[in-house]
């Protein structure tokens, strides 16, 4: 009789283990709930988050809805581009007072994202799970590798790296977002701030992608690869590949790349590509 119950409880025992494990699977690659919607920007003691004045931000892709099918004078000069004139609104000297790897500031409006691009200067891991000031966080945050990027986002191809966080931080509502009907009705945008300039990249594709290290792989600055990379890319199909053609890079252009972890498959990752256009 003690023996019947004793397997019983440990049958009790291992189905609700089995179950728990199931429910931890599903939650932990996303297949439970997409978040759409980020936590509040952390406080530090050290600083806080800067406001992002909308209005302020809308100057900087005005330039992307003059009207091009105007008639013009094919006799008249070539006004070159002039720089884009806006506050920015990260204080980077307090930023690097407290820590002098925030190399940069990367906003969009949707999805909802503002935060500190870091670069560590000697261990490309550490901020998969470091905060801004350097104390241990499950999410950490987003970063570049100093060996294989500059700080100052002037490679062919830069990749920042997030993580998916179930709570929506990082680039936990990335994907979401950008999966939605009519996301591309109109033109999307990355800006990043750094202590220097704001540069505005344009978003031309996004799609999952296996766990294969980008910029390892590709030696973006060697003859014809950049090309040879983007025309395999502007190759691929699926449900969940969008492709924006007009808006493909060409040799010469720079390129943005946001990485995470795919929604329902942590081994694989969620890119999304961006060209800079000003």
């Known amino acids: 009789m003690k023996k019947r119950i004793v397997w019983i409880v440990l049958s009790v025992v ?8 199931i429910l931890y699977y599903l939650w932990g690659n996303g297949y439970l709930w997409k978040a759409k919607k980020a936590p509040p920007p952390a406080t530090y003691e050290e600083f806080t988050y800067p406001s992002i004045d909308e209005s302020e931000i809308a ?10 099918s105007a008639p013009t004078d094919p006799d008249a000069p070539i006004e070159p581009n002039q ?23 990367i906003y969009m409006s949707k999805p909802e994202i503002s935060l500190p691009i870091l ?27 100093h060996d294989y990027n500059t700080y100052d986002f002037s490679d ?36 990043i701030f750094t202590p220097s300039v704001t540069k505005i990249y344009q978003i031309f594709a996004t799609l999952p992608s296996d766990s294969d290290h980008i910029l390892y792989y590709n ?10 990379y983007f025309d395999a ?33 942590r081994k694989s990752r969620y890119l999304v590509f961006a060209k800079q256009v000003y």
């Open 156 to 191: 062919p191809v830069t990749v920042i790296y997030g993580h998916r966080m179930n709570s929506g931080a990082m680039f936990g509502t990335l994907q979401a977002t950008l999966s939605e009907d009519g996301y591309f009705d109109e033109n999307r945008y990355i800006v």
């Open 83 to 105: 720089p884009i004139q806006v506050d920015c609104p990260v204080n980077f000297d307090e930023l690097r007072d407290v820590n002098a790897e925030i190399i940069g500031w």
């Open 14 to 21: 291992m189905f609700i283990a089995s179950i728990c494990l």
């Open 119 to 145: 670069r560590s200067h000697t261990d490309d891991t550490w901020y998969l799970y470091h905060d801004v000031v350097g104390k241990y966080k499950k999410g950490g945050s987003l970063f570049v590798e």
């Open 219 to 228: 030696d973006f600055n060697a003859d014809g690869v950049f090309d040879e």
């Open 233 to 265: 890319l502007f190759s691929e199909t699926g449900v969940d590949v969008h492709l924006i053609p007009e808006a493909k890079p060409s040799q010469g252009d720079h390129v943005l790349v946001l990485s995470s972890c795919l929604w329902g498959d």
């Open 59 to 68: 100057k900087l892709t005005d330039f992307t809805t003059a009207d091009h």
